[in-house]
């Protein structure tokens, strides 16, 4: 037995040349990725079929040494070889190496048919095992990066890296931003997070940091092969938060105020935490909840981003396009929004104080005639009459 096993090996040896050549053409004649790829690459590649053949003498040699013969058979190949041929293609390779093998050994014995067939599993299996941990490690390295990402948005630290690390995590988003905060105390689906929001066409980054749970959510590019096909429409990222929610504890849910790109998503990510430290004053408040809408409890809260938002979005655009409106918009306000006590006090018909107040709606946006916008438009004139004048109120003018 062990003469012709001595036998065998001298006659593998003696033919692994020949088999090598023969594989290196019968890969060339029926994979096409292996002819379009450079040389280098090429080269590599028929180095890793050279080192199977090889292994599979040393393996017939002494069977025992399956475990690290098999990975050899890789060990062998650059890393940027992992990264350039899919686990398929590296099956496919494997199935042309150990065709060539079985066509040329097995008709010689029954024995050699079979180490054949063993040692292909082997080497099979040694090669998911190789894509496998490659995919592990980079599933490690791309969940350290997209915490690091987060957590820069979330501090407001971002640096010249910032874009190239959103670019190294595949992020797919290609215009505004927004970020969602709340919080989770189970264990999170981020897959399930991953696919509901690409069902909505948004790209999400998750950050989780203890109890609390941060989603950065970002228009994706969409792609058309008709150039003049109309966009489909995109869904509200309130709509999306909408969806999400159930990913979420109980509590608070807070969206931040939609930015221009994920690089400016900290001012979202700013509004986003300071409306969760407030969301809870206000008795009315939706899950979940724009932060722009809890402007007044941010700002009594001494949030200098939600007051310069009141002065921006509504006290300056008011002063701006007319001082009448503003000035009926205070009388209003501080008559208990009542239109008949706003047209005595300013000597107006209550119509003219209806049309007034429909184009302070038209300007800024916000209808004085609900309660909670009112709220939040009394807000508005109180922090920007303070940063004009102090805390004198503006002197309505004699008639």
Partial sequence: MERSKERELSWLRTIAGELATQTMARLEETLPWYGEMPPSRRSAVGLVAQTGIS???????????????????????????????????????????????????????????????????????????????????????????????VDSILTGESDDELPSRIAALGWHGAGEAAVLVGTS???????????????????????????????????????????????????????????????????????????????????????????????????GATRPVGADDLLPERALAGDGLARRTLIEQIYEPLTAHSGELLETLWCYLDNGRSLEATARELFVHPNTVR?????????????ATGAREALILQAALIVGSIAQHGAKRPVRAKR
């Fill in 185 to 283: 105390d189970r264990s999170v689906d981020v897959d399930q997070i991953r696919r509901t929001a690409r069902h909505s066409g948004a790209d999400v980054l998750v950050g989780l940091q203890g109890t609390r749970l941060v989603l950065v959510l970002g228009r994706m590019a969409q792609e058309s092969k008709d150039p003049h096909a109309m966009p489909p429409a995109q869904v509200p990222f309130l709509e999306i938060a909408e969806r999400l929610v159930d990913f979420f504890a109980d509590g608070p849910l807070v969206l931040g105020p939609t930015v221009e790109n994920l690089v400016s998503a900290s001012r979202s990510a700013r509004a986003a935490l300071a409306g969760i430290a407030v969301a809870r004053s206000w008795r």
């Fill in 355 to 367: 049309y007034r107040l429909k184009k302070v709606s038209e300007v800024i946006g916000w209808n």
């Fill in 55 to 149: 292994s599979f003498i040393q393996w017939y040699e002494d069977p025992s040494a399956t475990p690290w013969i098999a990975s050899d058979v890789f060990s062998v190949a650059p890393r940027e070889l992992l990264r350039s041929i899919s686990l398929q293609e590296t099956l496919q390779l494997i199935r042309v190496v150990v065709s060539v093998v079985e066509e040329r050994v097995a008709s010689r014995s029954e024995e050699l048919r079979e180490a054949i067939l063993h040692y292909s599993r082997d080497v099979a299996f040694a090669a998911a095992d190789v894509y496998a941990r490659a995919a592990e490690a980079r599933g490690l390295w791309d969940a350290r990066l997209e915490a690091l990402v």
